[in-house]
């Protein structure tokens, strides 16, 4: 699944709105008002480390293994 987006910015406040699909939060089981966290990781790869992000549910923070 690959989904591409644009930055938006309030106009009211000032702050940046990465906006999600309603195809990708109803796949995820996210919910319009759930609180998510933004995570910087290293990705391994066969071929070399990237930097990559995890965005995930907070509430999901305590089945993380």
Partial sequence: ???????????????????????????????VGDQLIWEEITILEDDGEYEGFLIRRVSDENSRG
């Fill in 1 to 31: 699944m690959t989904y591409i987006v644009e930055i938006e910015l309030d106009q009211k406040t000032g702050e940046m709105i990465l906006p999600f699909p309603k195809e990708l939060i109803d796949a995820v089981g996210w919910n």
